[in-house]
């Protein structure tokens, strides 16, 4: 297993430009996020998604967009790229079993924004 | 919205060294992640806990759900040990189903 894909590692935007950022798992885990961080601020949840079809906002939803078309991936669209978006954006996915929550996560998209 | 407060901050120790990180939170739950951030970056899960304590290798986690509070421990600490230690919850006592909220980190620095 590749486990949790992100792409790419890194990317330099203009103001106003818009991307994609890539995700995509191959252990058919039902429950994937989208996380960026911040120096001081630690982890904060963009959106997440319990399953193809369905996503939800986390804490910081505002510029970004998600789908969630297919189990596999999860894309994270930023629609007009502002200097506020310049982080460290995490991947990961995870499922349950009586065990407990298991995660994985992306090597991270180092972005900035000029 | 469940707050999670880590201390400390920053930890410096000496090779073989006992370590204690300390992780609050706010809102009662059924689990907690422990997490380990790399110097380059990548993140990986440590431990999942729901009740008493855990154990692998040199890190033991424990945590007391009535009192709210989880520690990680690193016995006998190694230069490579060094790294960013995270506790991450759900915002409430269901399972996160992807939804985690993060403390601020610890950041370990084992000097040999």
């Known amino acids: 297993n590749a486990g949790v894909t992100q792409t790419p590692k890194f990317q330099v935007l203009k103001t106003g430009q818009s991307m994609t950022l890539q995700c995509a798992q191959d252990?058919?885990?039902?429950?994937m996020s989208w996380y960026r961080q911040d120096p001081g601020m630690g982890l904060r949840l963009i959106h997440y998604?319990?399953?193809?079809?369905?996503?939800d906002q986390g804490e910081v939803p505002n510029g970004y967009n998600v789908s969630r078309s297919t189990t596999e991936d999860f894309p994270l669209r930023l629609l007009s790229a502002a200097p506020s978006q310049t982080s460290v954006y995490f991947c990961?996915?995870?499922?349950?079993?009586?065990?407990?929550?298991?995660?994985?996560f992306g090597s991270g998209t180092q972005l900035s924004v000029l | 919205k469940n707050e999670v407060e880590q201390s400390p901050q920053n930890l410096t120790a000496q090779e073989g060294e006992f370590i204690t990180i300390n992780c609050s939170y706010s809102?009662?739950?059924?689990?907690l992640h422990w997490l380990q951030q790399h110097p380059g970056g990548g993140i990986v899960s440590l431990f999942m806990?729901?009740?008493g304590k855990k154990k692998h290798g040199r890190l033991i986690a424990t945590i007391n759900i009535q009192e709210k509070h989880s520690s990680l421990h690193i016995t006998a600490s190694h230069p490579r040990d060094s790294a960013v230690y995270i506790c991450?919850?759900?915002?409430?006592?269901?399972?996160?189903?992807?939804?985690?909220?993060f403390g601020k980190g610890t950041k370990l620095s084992v000097k040999p």
């Open positions: 990961a996915s995870s499922y349950s079993d009586s065990f407990g929550e298991k995660l994985f």
């Open positions: 252990m058919n885990h039902e429950y």
């Open positions: 998604s319990v399953g193809a079809g369905i996503t």
């Open positions: 809102v009662g739950i059924s689990a």
């Open positions: 806990l729901s009740s």
């Open positions: 991450a919850v759900p915002p409430n006592y269901g399972g996160s189903q992807g939804n985690l909220i």
